[in-house]
């Protein structure tokens, strides 16, 4: 893979212009900083956590960026074109210029034209990494247990099913231990914190439904207060309902 170094760029920390990884005639991917262009374009799955966390931020930073629905997984998927991972999201920034990865997707969306969502340095930064480490590693043990559920009944590993429910009960409960609000996560404002693991959270409520409620209170008021966001309402899975 061929990388071109940010700081040869110029790119301050806080802003950056457009850039996008392009598919070389050898198989490696360069990176290249654009001029902003046209409204840029989002590819992924209604139902996929990873993709939601990237609408979610569209909405919320008003971003002009289309929404177009595609399935990886398909033979014929032009998924694998765009990104060497061959999943979604996938990020079309100009055409033929695209970005992979929801983590990277969602940091670069935080910090184009404009300032990021809060908080940017100190303490309060750091808090809302370990919001977003919680909320992606539950993502991970839920689609974890998706997939094992998937297989046919005389091949799966309950071991495996038991290991994934146990981490996410543990999630779960140590959301709701270090949640003292029902407002936002970390400080005064809507953050990634809130985004990443409001997201996380429904997706267990749409892939494993539970009644985890009646006894993680606190995590109940903040998640049914935080969905009631019109970038939650606006990015819902078909049939998953809000609160």
């Known amino acids: 893979m061929l990388v071109a170094p940010l700081e040869a760029a110029g790119t301050p920390c806080g802003h950056v212009r457009r850039c996008g990884f392009r598919l070389q005639p050898n198989g490696a991917y360069l990176v290249e900083f654009l001029h902003p262009p046209s409204a840029m374009k989002i590819y992924g799955s209604l139902f996929s956590p990873f993709v939601r966390k990237a609408r979610v931020l569209i909405e919320e930073k008003q971003i002009d960026c289309e929404f177009v629905v595609v399935d990886a997984w398909a033979s014929d998927s032009p998924v694998p074109a765009w990104s060497p991972l061959g999943k979604v999201p996938v990020l079309e920034v100009e055409s033929g210029q695209h970005l992979f990865d929801s983590t990277l997707i969602v940091h670069y969306l935080d910090h184009l034209e404009g300032e990021p969502l809060p908080p940017r340095e100190g303490a309060d930064y750091w808090r809302s990494q370990w919001w977003q480490a919680l909320g992606n590693g539950l993502i991970d043990a839920t689609v974890a247990r998706v997939l094992e559920t998937r ?71 903040w998640h049914g207060q935080i969905v009631k966001r019109s970038s939650f309402e606006r990015t819902a899975p078909p049939g998953l309902a809000i609160g």
């Open 151 to 221: 297989r046919p009944v005389n091949m799966q590993i309950p071991e495996k099913l038991q290991r994934e429910e146990a981490r996410i009960a543990r999630t779960l409960a140590a959301a709701n231990d270090a949640c003292n609000t029902t407002d936002f996560l970390v400080g005064t404002e809507f953050s990634l914190a809130d985004l990443v693991l409001g997201v996380a959270v429904h997706y267990v409520d749409a892939r494993f439904s539970h009644d985890w409620r009646s006894t993680l209170p606190a995590l109940e008021a």
